[in-house]
């Protein structure tokens, strides 16, 4: 990560002993997942966040690195403290300049919800998540109630909380481990720091007993659509001294198409119908067309990348039908081989992809032959 990013710390070192069992909640399965990758795939896809440092365990570290290493940046051993394990997590991730907390029994965070502590934390130094009471708040002793309180400036906190990483280090190191403090926000407190409150998310439950693990499962069932579609559309010009690459595969022709990386336009539909039916960001978001590092990029690869953050987010492509339009050259020829190589890319049998290619009939552009087109469906299903 470069130096002045944002470092998400997702805290899983807990033992759990409010859940039955002896495995810890971050760990359990829900729909055949880890909790705690729910979250790490929610930063992953988040484009605010730059790099996430996983807290665990000591004697899990090696299991979860193993599983997760490829999606993180690092993956450490927290302490007996909550407190010990966050200030390991920024032990972990020294370039940051912002630093984002969130829970690992917490699976339903979204890229809304991060984004939206994120900008409050950026206005004040420290933001969290949080939702007002709504029931009516007793004050008890022992089976008796003492008073009723005043619910209209309670909040109840959530996670992702948000800090500028200097403050966060500073509270870390000034209050003392034995203050009564049960997050990070807290400790912000405890040194005067100003802490912003945000609407959080009343789905972003955070799994403690066995409980919250069935309404877990309950909300993951009816939000989970067994199937979803996106449409991608991408068109490039043609351009001299460029080869001519369309799905993977490279044609004889006097020009090329103009782009960033090869410029291979039915990929690109591609891509964006996928990431469209997985809920994400579309490609150039993805890839940026002004970052260096994409220049001249072979599209199959991105296409592959695609595919593997489509399974991240717990889609598999189902399948894809996809028509080119060029006035030149023929396609037809090619088309198997394109078939071929993007469903390579994808990760899916041959079968699963169909390539048109056809003419606009000397009509536009496109019929003038100034460049090409491609259109593209994607069908994914939900792989848990």
Same mark, same amino acid.
């Given at each position: 990560m470069s130096a002045g990013g944002v470092g998400a710390v997702i805290v899983a070192a807990g033992r759990s002993t409010r859940l039955p069992g002896r495995v810890p909640k971050p760990f359990r399965t829900l729909g055949g997942r880890w909790i705690v990758e729910y979250a790490v795939a929610a930063f992953a896809r988040c484009p605010r966040v730059d790099a996430t440092a996983v807290v665990v365990a000591a004697d899990q570290v090696d299991a979860v690195r193993e599983r997760l290493g490829g999606r993180v940046a690092a993956v450490v051993a927290g302490g007996a403290e909550r407190r010990q394990s966050v200030a390991a997590g920024l032990d972990a991730l020294p370039?940051?300049?912002w630093i984002?907390?969130?829970?690992g029994a917490r699976p339903f965070v979204t890229d809304t919800l991060i984004t939206r502590v994120l900008d409050a934390a950026a206005r004040t130094?420290?933001?969290?998540a949080g939702l007002p009471v709504t $029931?009516?708040?007793k004050e008890v002793a022992g089976d008796r109630v003492r008073r009723t309180v005043d619910r209209a400036p309670l909040w109840t906190v959530q996670t992702p909380q948000a800090f500028h990483a200097d403050l966060l280090r500073e509270a870390h190191r000034r209050v003392s481990a034995d203050a009564p403090v049960t997050d990070d926000a807290g400790l912000v407190e405890r040194i005067g720091g100003e802490v912003a409150v945000v609407p959080g998310d009343p789905r972003n439950l955070k799994i403690t007993t066995a409980d919250d693990l069935e309404r877990a499962r309950d909300q993951l069932a009816a939000e989970a659509a067994p199937v979803r579609v996106g449409m991608g559309y991408d068109v490039h010009r043609f351009a001299p001294d460029r080869p001519l690459v369309l799905g993977g595969v490279r044609i004889?022709?006097?020009r090329g198409l103009e782009g960033h990386s090869d410029?291979?336009?039915l990929a690109h539909a591609i891509a964006d119908a996928v990431l469209g039916a997985a809920g994400e960001r $579309?490609?150039?978001?993805q890839f940026p067309p002004d970052d260096p590092a994409y220049r001249g990029a072979d599209s199959m690869g991105l296409l592959a990348r695609v595919a593997a953050r489509a399974r991240d987010a717990g889609w598999e492509v189902a399948n894809v039908d996809a028509v080119v339009v060029a006035e030149a050259p023929r396609l037809a020829s090619h088309v198997d081989a394109m078939c071929e190589r993007i469903a390579a890319a994808l990760g899916v049998p041959a079968d699963r992809v169909a390539v048109k290619a056809t003419t606009s009939e000397g009509l536009g552009a496109l019929g003038r032959g100034d460049g090409v087109a491609a259109q593209a469906v994607a069908l994914v299903r939900r792989l848990w």
């Open positions: 370039g940051a300049a984002v907390v969130h829970d130094g420290a933001a969290t $029931d009516t708040v004889a022709h006097p410029a291979d336009a $579309d490609i150039g978001r």
